[in-house]
């Protein structure tokens, strides 16, 4: 059943939806959050009392602005920039950086809004944020990613720092573009202060297994969760939107634990692949040649490119959205139930519209929502920080299993919380309630700041 909004909840709901006009995916993440806390407020009512709903709901800080650079042809060319500090009750604001042009401030404060209760789930010491830019890297030489990136770190600098806030990647931003920001905060601060970024290169102060963490974390959560219901990922077909760092690492944990993705994209269309995935294939023409996933059937005659297809058409018994956010529709949701998808795992944030959620809610199938089940990214980039602060750096075994252990207690933090809560087996309210408590809980303890 979807929960309805509770009586004393609704009020606060509306007045945030009031205040942040035209904001419209934030609005979908607050109101998806807002609408699992009733019976928190019941068990815990010096939460209403302190505002803690008010309080979280609002940014602690909002940065925009002008990022100016020179392109190839020597025209100036002119984007904004964000960083939305969220909250710090747990610790620095963390969260990655988004490049696409999409981005505008509804977007960033979504996944600044998510992030709050995604870092309090990791168990780690990290508060959340988010930023990023309406700069599209797509198509750009690396002269213009550096000289972009250098002029969106020369006002950036001022706001971060290993003890303030710790930016990471997130769609556009990847190895390459944190190299140009870390070096030129370097440059800016005369600080070599690793702990500022994390998904640094492995030569310069980055961790182990963090490129696949939250692809890696993501098939763990849903083998967990497969678990619960005595069932494993050997010998399911599996389906994994977009072909970029979260998907790609997601392909291969699902290889490894014995699955076989069949179909994967980008923004354009979808290869389908009946003999499963050529993994190494997707990597040389994303990560290497950064061309387009169309190029998948030049090498694979037998596969099929579909343009501009609908991903979710192929049937499968795991379904791992890995691309953006409302790429799951209530259409698409009802397919995927009838094409018999048992399991749903979101790499992507808040990639399943509310009716696609409502509809997988009701199946009662294993349905895993972002903020739990991708966390393993956000879990890693702390243990990068804490390398750093140690001046350590961890072998790929000792990370992974790490990695592993975060999302499995994650995964029983949820389940747990859910069936607290009343809901047994509802991941997006175990995820919800069990986050918001971690946070609120601290916030009582600093009074009203
Ligand atoms: P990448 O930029 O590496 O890859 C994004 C992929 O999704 C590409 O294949 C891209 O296709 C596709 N895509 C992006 N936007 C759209 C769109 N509007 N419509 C259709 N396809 C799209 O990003 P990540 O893999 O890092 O991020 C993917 C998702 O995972 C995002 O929702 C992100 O917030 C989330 N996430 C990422 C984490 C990380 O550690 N990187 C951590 C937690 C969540 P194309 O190349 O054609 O644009």
Redesign the pocket.
């Known amino acids: 059943m979807t929960p309805l909004i509770d009586e004393k909840v609704e009020p606060i709901l509306k007045e945030v939806l009031d205040r942040n006009p035209g904001e419209v995916e934030f609005h979908q993440a607050v109101r998806e959050v807002l609408e699992s806390l009733g019976p928190v407020l019941v068990k815990h009512p010096e939460f209403a009392e302190h505002k803690i709903i008010e309080r979280i709901c609002e940014p602690e800080r909002q940065i925009i602005f002008r990022v100016p650079w020179v392109d190839d042809k020597g025209n100036v060319q002119i984007n904004r920039g964000f960083r939305v500090e969220f909250n710090s009750a747990l610790g620095p604001y963390k969260g ?1 950086l ?1 490049f ?1 042009p ?1 981005v505008y401030l509804g977007i960033i404060k979504f ?1 600044g809004f998510e992030q709050v209760f995604k870092n309090a789930l990791s168990g780690l010491p990290i508060g959340g944020g988010k930023g990023g830019s309406d700069f599209d890297p ?1 198509g750009k030489s690396d002269a213009e990613v550096m000289r972009f990136c250098q002029s969106f770190m020369t006002e950036l600098y001022r706001h971060i720092g290993e003890h303030t806030d710790v930016p ?7 190895g390459r573009e944190i190299g140009y920001m870390f070096g030129q905060y370097k440059r800016i601060t005369n600080r070599w202060e690793a702990g500022v970024m994390t ?1 640094k290169g492995l030569d310069w102060g980055g961790s182990l297994v963090r490129t696949e ?2 692809g890696y974390g993501a098939a763990f959560f849903v083998d967990e969760m497969l678990k619960v219901r005595n069932d494993s990922f050997e010998g399911k077909t599996c389906v994994v ?7 790609i690492y997601t392909m291969e944990k699902i290889d490894e634990l014995g699955g076989k993705t069949v179909a994967c ?4 269309g979808y290869i389908y692949d009946e003999k499963g995935i050529d993994l190494e294939l997707v990597k040389q023409i ?1 990560e290497i040649e950064r061309r ?2 169309s190029t998948y059937i030049d090498v694979h005659k037998d596969a099929k490119y579909i343009a501009k297809g609908n991903i979710w058409e192929i049937p499968c018994q795991v379904a791992m959205p ?4 409302n ?1 799951i529709n209530g259409k698409d949701a009802i397919l995927l139930l009838k094409n018999g998808c048992i399991a749903v795992g979101e ?3 808040m ?1 399943t519209t509310p009716k696609g959620v409502k509809a997988f809610l009701e199946a009662e199938i294993a349905y895993g929502p ?1 903020k739990a089940a ?2 393993g ?2 879990a890693t980039s702390a243990l990068e920080m804490q390398q750093n602060a140690r001046r350590d750096s961890w072998t790929f075994k000792h990370t992974e299993n790490r990695l592993r252990e975060i999302m499995q207690t994650i995964h029983q933090n949820c389940y747990e919380t859910a069936e607290e809560f009343g809901t047994p087996g509802n991941y997006v309210n175990g995820a919800n309630c069990a986050g918001f408590i971690k946070v609120a809980k601290a916030m009582v303890a600093f009074g009203v700041i």
């Open positions: 990655g988004r696409h999409s996944l797509k990471a990647g997130d769609i556009g931003v990847g998904g963490a939250t939107s977009g072909s970029g760092n979260v998907a994209s980008d923004s354009n994303k387009r996933i890995s691309a953006t956010q790429e790499g992507a944030n990639p972002g991708n966390a990214g956000v």
